[in-house]
């Protein structure tokens, strides 16, 4: 299955002129008299071959690199800022922890799919991948030439080939929407960021579809706010909020970072939290202790997961283990000051 | 100047061994058979050379690596999450997108001074790297020996010898301070992380003195609180404030996450911002927008300090710059809500 990797070599021969030529073509050089005519037939012979400079160059005294990627998906909104969310800042810390006490460094990547990361990868020999996030299955199809353990982490990728590490998140939506029908709310808003197919928000409406269904509660697409995970649009959906006329009591958030944008888009249109309305998050990130009132959400243990993802990926490089692994870590419901029971 | 680097070669004479048996070695493989004696010999050598191993090894068809090291501190009070302070993420993406667009990747290390990053650097290969925040003179010293173009961040590095960019720290604390007294604020109190030599907050520090000297108030060492520059410490800060017999009536944070904790921690006694107590942070990172009320602070302009950071580096990288650059960005007070006007 393993195809040969195109060499210096190949192309030399495909283009007929020196290695040394070759070489001064990738690097640029200046003062090197090669003609025009031969700058294109060596880019040809590239082109053809379709061939990638291993530019990380594993020396001669080992095969490895120790070095693992981080592929971290873009801000929806932002093409900047990709730890606005505060869960990348401490998922990252976590496997940058992990990876140092076994003596690993991270590369990392806000990365688009189409951004041939996989060439990245190649260049740079990484030893292993971390995916945060979901990707084109195209995306995921060209991984597995890469023959690089991979990790792919809150991903609902369909042909379980990597190993997976990520929550119930389907689970978390039930439980956040269950403890607010319980507080007595029956109108209660999904405030997201985009539903992808096989994506956690895609999983955490459903949760919501399941606990009202249990409680015989009818779904009504008009309590759902769909927009970008982020600060911004969480205060957009906050004021819309406060401005429905859907009567609702409650809003469950799919992650706390729009929670609290949320409670900003109340409070600026008047509205007081939990007094008038009724908030639950998702995370547990620290954003949630910090708002006020503090954030009652669906906790789930981001630094566990950091940890697992790294000790998975330089298990599977030390070859000490084989077979695929699949993580689900627990979610619960942490109860603080954002939701009143209107009992 | 530069020294000629130890070779495999020459650790291969000095043990009086095969380079194939250093390597096996360096790898440790199993299944050689090595004898003990002939590892310590090869261990021995590796020592007494100061031997490094050329793990990223440059290939045959460039001598970049296009790979930066930013070195971030670890948070001062935890080990695991360098990133709980906004401060880093937005600093990091910023870096990240510039670095990415000119086809650099980054190497992230939440470093100790005393874990021989420099060995890392050398093996990495790194064509540059960016430090953010102060270290011991003696690391500053040893990277020299480095030959690796350097930026360093937020550092008040006494023998300029690196590239530096940051902010006026000390007018930032002036301005703070300023703003509290105009709004009629005298007991103000000052409420940081270390106040290390020739870092951030001991420039903060001098400002904050110098507002109040031109003021004609004596400063007053009681209304110092010093901790970590953390949200925790901020909270505990808040909490010693709501009861100080000293009669602060405002407080300058010299970080956004401590402002937030020391809201907290004032509401968690009872004391409502601005009403009872005024409060300024510092940083203008997207807390101060979020937090309840809103944070009136020192704005610094994070993500051009990553952009030029970046840029920096990679012009020095391609020769593009030769000179020293030190790069000064400028800071101003944005008012939001949480200072009042008590004249």
């Given at each position: 299955?393993?195809?040969k990797?195109?060499?210096?070599?190949?192309?030399?021969r495909?283009?007929g002129?020196s290695?040394?030529?070759?070489?001064y073509?990738?690097?640029?050089k200046?003062?090197?008299?090669?003609?025009?005519?031969?700058i294109?037939?060596?880019?040809?012979?590239?082109?053809?071959?379709?061939?990638?400079?291993?530019?990380?160059?594993r020396?001669?005294v080992?095969?490895?690199?120790?070095?693992?990627?981080?592929?971290?998906?873009?801000?929806?909104?932002?093409?900047?800022?990709?730890?606005?969310n505060?869960?990348y800042?401490?998922?990252?810390?976590s496997?940058?922890?992990e990876?140092?006490k076994?003596?690993?460094h991270?590369?990392?990547?806000?990365?688009?799919a189409?951004?041939?990361?996989?060439?990245v990868?190649?260049?740079?020999g990484l030893?292993?991948?971390?995916?945060?996030?979901?990707y084109p299955?195209?995306?995921?199809q060209?991984?597995?030439?890469?023959?690089?353990?991979?990790?792919l982490?809150d991903?609902?990728?369909?042909d379980?080939y990597?190993?997976?590490?990520g929550?119930?998140?389907?689970?978390?939506?039930?439980?956040a929407?269950?403890?607010?029908i319980?507080?007595?709310?029956?109108?209660i808003?999904?405030?997201?960021?985009?539903?992808?197919?096989?994506?956690v928000?895609?999983?955490?409406?459903?949760?919501y579809?399941?606990?009202?269904?249990?409680?015989?509660?009818d779904?009504?697409e008009?309590?759902?706010y769909?927009?970008?995970?982020?600060?911004?649009?969480?205060?957009k959906?906050?004021?819309?909020?406060?401005?429905?006329?859907?009567g609702?009591?409650?809003?469950?958030?799919?992650?706390d970072?729009?929670?609290?944008?949320?409670?900003?888009g109340?409070?600026?249109?008047?509205l007081?939290v939990?007094e008038d309305i009724?908030v639950?998050?998702?995370?547990?990130?620290?954003?949630?202790?910090?708002?006020d009132?503090?954030?009652?959400t669906v906790?789930?243990?981001i630094?566990?997961?950091?940890r697992?993802a790294?000790?998975?990926?330089?298990?599977?490089i030390?070859?000490?283990?084989?077979?695929?692994?699949?993580?689900i870590?627990?979610?619960d419901?942490?109860?603080?000051d954002?939701v009143?029971?209107?009992?």
């Amino acid at each position: 299955m393993k195809k040969k990797r195109v060499s210096i070599k190949d192309v030399a021969r495909e283009a007929g002129v020196s290695i040394a030529t070759i070489s001064y073509v990738l690097n640029n050089k200046k003062g090197e008299s090669i003609s025009d005519e031969t700058i294109n037939r060596v880019r040809e012979a590239i082109k053809k071959l379709n061939y990638v400079p291993n530019l990380s160059a594993r020396s001669l005294v080992s095969k490895r690199s120790n070095l693992i990627g981080v592929v971290i998906p873009q801000a929806e909104a932002g093409k900047e800022f990709m730890f606005y969310n505060p869960f990348y800042g401490e998922f990252l810390s976590s496997v940058e922890y992990e990876a140092r006490k076994k003596g690993f460094h991270l590369l990392i990547s806000g990365t688009e799919a189409d951004q041939k990361y996989i060439q990245v990868a190649q260049n740079r020999g990484l030893d292993g991948i971390i995916i945060v996030g979901i990707y084109p299955d195209s995306f995921f199809q060209e991984l597995k030439q890469c023959q690089i353990p991979i990790v792919l982490v809150d991903s609902y990728c369909s042909d379980h080939y990597f190993h997976s590490i990520g929550i119930n998140d389907r689970h978390g939506g039930y439980l956040a929407t269950k403890h607010l029908i319980e507080k007595g709310h029956r109108k209660i808003a999904f405030i997201s960021g985009m539903v992808k197919e096989n994506g956690v928000n895609s999983n955490r409406l459903l949760g919501y579809k399941d606990a009202l269904e249990e409680y015989g509660i009818d779904f009504d697409e008009k309590l759902l706010y769909l927009g970008d995970t982020n600060f911004e649009y969480g205060i957009k959906a906050g004021a819309r909020l406060a401005n429905s006329k859907n009567g609702e009591t409650a809003a469950f958030a799919t992650a706390d970072i729009l929670a609290v944008g949320v409670i900003k888009g109340l409070k600026e249109n008047g509205l007081r939290v939990p007094e008038d309305i009724s908030v639950v998050g998702f995370d547990d990130v620290y954003l949630a202790r910090i708002t006020d009132p503090s954030l009652t959400t669906v906790r789930q243990n981001i630094a566990e997961k950091g940890r697992q993802a790294a000790e998975i990926i330089i298990q599977t490089i030390e070859n000490e283990i084989k077979e695929k692994r699949d993580i689900i870590l627990p979610v619960d419901i942490v109860e603080r000051d954002s939701v009143k029971d209107i009992n």
